[in-house]
Nanobody, 123 residues
Framework: QVQLVESGGGLVQAGDSLRLSCAASGRTFSRYAMGWFRQAPGKEREFVTA????????YYADSVKGRFTIARDNAKNTVYLQMSSLKPEDTAVYYC????????????????WGQGTQVTVSS
């Protein structure tokens, strides 16, 4: 079992940066691919990024590529999402996820989800 708790959301202006954190419980954290999804009002939940437990297995949605960076610290059981050059369309609830493979992008393919943290970007 893995439990995930996100933090770091808030209200920012367009162009600002924000870092989300996700603290995971469970001794097998390092074996999971970790990632982030988001859901904007009235829209379906969508893949943002995921990182495997080996180097080089990191993937991003085209909409955030070059602006968002995922990182993980296995010693601290924590995954981060550094968001830069934020846009109003990045406004959403952001969910931390854990699953078997960072190449997966479907919501049903990730086994564990956090409760979500709200990110609001004003124009």
């Amino acid at each position: 079992q893995v439990q995930l708790v996100e933090s770091g959301g808030g209200l920012v202006q367009a162009g600002d940066s924000l870092r989300l954190s996700c603290a995971a419980s469970g001794r097998t954290f390092s074996r999971y691919a970790m990632g982030w999804f988001r859901q904007a009002p009235g829209k379906e939940r969508e893949f943002v990024t995921a990182m495997g437990w080996i180097a080089g297995s990191t993937y991003y949605a085209d909409s955030v590529k070059g602006r968002f960076t995922i990182a993980r610290d296995n010693a601290k059981n924590t995954v981060y999402l550094q968001m830069s050059s934020l846009k109003p369309e990045d406004t959403a609830v952001y969910y931390c996820v854990a699953g078997p493979d960072s190449r997966l992008r479907g919501i049903h393919e990730y086994d564990y989800w956090g409760q979500g943290t709200q990110v609001t970007v004003s124009s």
